[in-house]
């Protein structure tokens, strides 16, 4: 029997490496550089935007505008817009991934005091069934609002943005069918067809900030997390997650699941634009202003045909895949919890 897996693993390893030299040949290799040095050597410039084919220089209102929308991208998913909701359809592993993604942002809004203590019993059983009550979150990059949604029945004050004009329509019109997302809790959803860089124009910040699987298909990563963090309340929350630039990355993400088993559709991930979560939390840290609380990575378990939470480098996780070690488990996709630094927070002490 112990042969027999050592050959199977030798063959998956065998075509691990060549997909992944498959992938590289055709011009998704990228330099595995910190995201400080990448600011000033990719499209990640903040301060003077990279001349691209679909980069409209009348977007730019002065010297010092942040332009991170690909059009592409934009429309590649503004085609599958009508599709949000189905549950077998392209977006079947988001729709899996959603239960977890809520379970790791309420433990990290729990665990940085953004939720607070219950007061009294009544506002206990209030906090039970609306724990999100009274925060405000904007969820950047919404798409059809499975997150947004899921955020506002838990009672938050959701802010749900896209850059797709189709995508918010298919979000505002499925809201519409829920009671609890039209008055029926203590919770509200606002649905915006806007960027992240305009929303900023008009001086809002909110007390979290949210943005999942949605760094990756950016124009300008770099200058995105710069306005994530100024749209961040000082002493707020920015939840993100995406997926690790690593070889298993592409043998799951692009080989596997878009070329073997066709779980989503081809040309939906692509693998140079993938970023660590070193090269994340750098990026958070000097350019978002907030301090990483904590990264953990997510595995699909094909046994349960569900999301888990993998193991976290300071916590005892549960589930299948929570044996598997740290730096593995955020090798595909993970998730990572910061902290705005307020002002005073950062100053020197006198």
Not at 224 to 236: D, M, S, Y
């Amino acid at each position: 029997m112990s042969a027999s897996i050592s050959r199977v693993t030798a063959r998956l390893r065998t075509k691990t490496i060549g997909a992944c030299v498959q992938g590289w040949r055709h011009g998704t290799q990228t330099s595995f550089k910190p995201m400080a040095t990448m600011v000033s050597q990719r499209t990640l410039s903040t301060s003077s935007p990279t001349k691209h084919a679909h980069h409209d220089q009348s977007k730019q209102s002065s010297s010092d505008s942040i332009y991170t929308v690909n059009k592409d991208e934009i429309a590649k998913f503004a085609a599958m817009s009508d599709e949000w909701w189905a549950p077998q359809g392209p977006f079947k592993m988001l729709h899996l991934m959603n239960p977890p993604r809520i379970r790791y942002i309420r433990n990290r809004l729990e665990a940085s005091g953004a939720i607070p203590a219950p007061s009294s019993s009544a506002e206990a059983q209030s906090r039970a069934r609306f724990p999100l009550q009274g925060l405000r979150i904007l969820d950047v990059g919404c798409g059809g609002g499975l997150l947004a949604e899921a955020l506002a029945r838990l009672g938050a004050q959701v802010t749900g943005l896209d850059a797709s004009m189709e995508n918010i329509e298919m979000a505002k019109i499925h809201a519409q069918k829920d009671p609890l997302l039209n008055g029926g809790s203590p919770g509200s959803l606002e649905y915006r067809h806007q960027t992240a860089e305009k929303l900023l124009e008009q001086g809002l910040q909110f007390d979290v900030v949210c943005s999942m699987e949605v760094i990756e298909h950016v124009e300008n990563p770099a200058g995105f997390l710069k306005v994530l963090g100024q749209l961040i309340k000082p002493n707020g929350d920015l939840i993100l997650s995406t997926m690790s630039r690593t070889p298993l990355a592409y043998f799951l993400t692009v080989f596997s699941a878009e070329h073997m088993l066709r779980m989503v559709p081809v040309g939906t991930h692509h693998w140079s634009k993938y970023i660590t979560p070193k090269e994340l939390e750098a990026g958070v840290c000097d350019l978002a202003g907030c301090e990483v609380l904590n990264v953990q990575g997510i595995g699909f378990n094909p046994l349960s045909g569900q999301w888990e939470l993998n193991k976290n480098r300071s916590e005892q996780p549960v589930g299948i895949l929570a044996n598997i070690g740290a730096s593995f488990a955020e090798s595909v996709n993970y998730f990572l919890a910061a902290k705005k630094i307020s002002p005073s927070s950062s100053a020197p002490p006198s």
